[in-house]
T-cell receptor, first 111, second 116 residues
């Protein structure tokens, strides 16, 4: 069945460091891929998305590229801020419209 | 505009009691989803409505769980004879359409249910 695997957290970085959160997926066909973010005390928010191979989603300085050959959708940011501290979820939407989620990666940015 | 709202934000109940959780989706969104999120895990799909009808309830764990959306907007998730294992954050999301594709789901803040 479809599944999403993302790196375990917490990931702790200093401000202005480079961020990578790995995400790989297993799916039939070519699902759309998403990164959602959950800030402390808030609901899940869509961060970025990609709908087909080689698409790059970007938002708020974050980027992720849909890599069909490696079935990956790694999240990157060149210079993180304290305000980026949150839990990040990788997800795919399958042919039945259901979102399939990774377990989430907690990101802690220290000033 | 207003986002997805959920009430109550927190609910503590005793084992065996009945609870109702409410979701107000974004106005005009035809699709509505319920998820359950346990600590340290991603959301787990429960049920999906397209309009008033439950298009897919395959994620409901057992017959103690039921959800309705009688007028195609507000939805209520109902849990009978609650068990301690039902403790989780229950999330609601809505989207403009429910078809497969890239329709973004907009999430509410969740209801934290604690069964003692």
């Amino acid at each position: 069945g479809n599944s999403v695997t993302q790196m375990e957290g917490p990931v702790t970085l200093s401000e202005e460091a480079f961020l990578t959160i790995n995400c790989t997926y297993t799916a039939t066909g070519y699902p759309s891929l998403f990164w959602y973010v959950q800030y402390p005390g808030e609901g899940l928010q869509l961060l970025l998305k990609a709908t087909k191979a080689d698409d790059k989603g970007s938002n708020k300085g974050f980027e992720a590229t849909y890599r069909k050959e490696t079935t990956s959708f790694h999240l990157e940011k060149g210079s993180v801020q304290v305000s980026d501290s949150a839990v990040y979820f990788c997800a795919l939407i399958d042919s039945n419209y259901q979102l399939i989620w990774g377990a989430g990666t907690k990101l802690i940015i220290k000033p | 505009g207003a986002g997805v709202s959920q009430t109550p934000s927190n609910k503590v109940t005793e084992k065996g009691k009945y609870v109702e959780l409410r979701c107000d989706p974004i106005s005009g969104h035809t699709a509505l989803y319920w998820y359950r999120q346990s600590l340290g895990q991603g959301p787990e799909f429960l049920i999906y409505f397209q309009g008033t009808g439950a298009a897919d309830d395959s994620g409901l764990p057992n017959d103690r769980f039921f959800a309705v959306r009688p007028e195609g907007s507000v939805s209520t998730l109902k849990i009978q004879r609650t068990e301690r294992g039902d403790s989780a954050v229950y999330l609601c999301a809505s989207s403009p359409q429910g078809l497969a594709g890239v329709n973004e789901q907009y999430f509410g803040p969740g209801t934290r249910l604690t069964v003692t």
